[in-house]
């Protein structure tokens, strides 16, 4: 399941969107503005904006990220618009019968996340 949305992130409504019931792990990795963006102003808020088909570039990772693991499910949502400093900013969780194929193919979307074309950020600052 992929989703693009403006709504805040609910991690305790997260585990229940991902299939479990062959899976002896699942797991989930939030993505958060922080503070300090390794400038010497603080971040008040970034703005993301899906510049384009944000939905089929999350499908074409979820694609990748079930091909190369052994997954029952895989979870990709991405919030769009002005985010707080601690706000969730995305959420990649993988199901797998083993630990390893979840905690790898977890990292390998975040790693994917990342690198999106589709999403465009601007950061705001403390003057």
């Known amino acids: 399941m992929v989703t693009v949305t403006n709504e805040p992130i609910n991690p305790s409504e997260a585990y229940g969107l991902i299939a479990k019931?062959?899976?002896?792990?699942?797991?989930?990795?939030y993505a958060v503005v922080k503070e300090n963006m390794g400038v010497e102003k603080l971040t008040t808020c970034i703005d993301y904006?899906?510049?384009?088909?944000?939905e089929g570039e999350l499908a074409r990772i979820a694609d990748d990220l079930t091909a190369k693991w052994s997954l029952e499910d895989v979870l990709l949502v991405r919030r769009t618009g002005c985010l707080d400093v601690g706000d969730i900013i995305s959420l990649v969780a993988a199901s797998s019968p083993n630990s390893?194929?979840?905690?790898?193919?977890?990292?390998?979307?975040?790693?994917?996340?990342?690198?999106?074309?589709?999403?465009?950020k601007q950061e705001m600052y403390s003057k």
Do not use: Q
């Open 100 to 120: 390893e194929d979840a905690f790898e193919a977890c990292k390998y979307g975040i790693s994917r996340m990342k690198k999106m074309t589709t999403i465009k």
């Open 49 to 54: 904006r899906s510049e384009g088909d944000t």
């Open 21 to 29: 019931k062959v899976s002896g792990s699942v797991v989930l990795h």
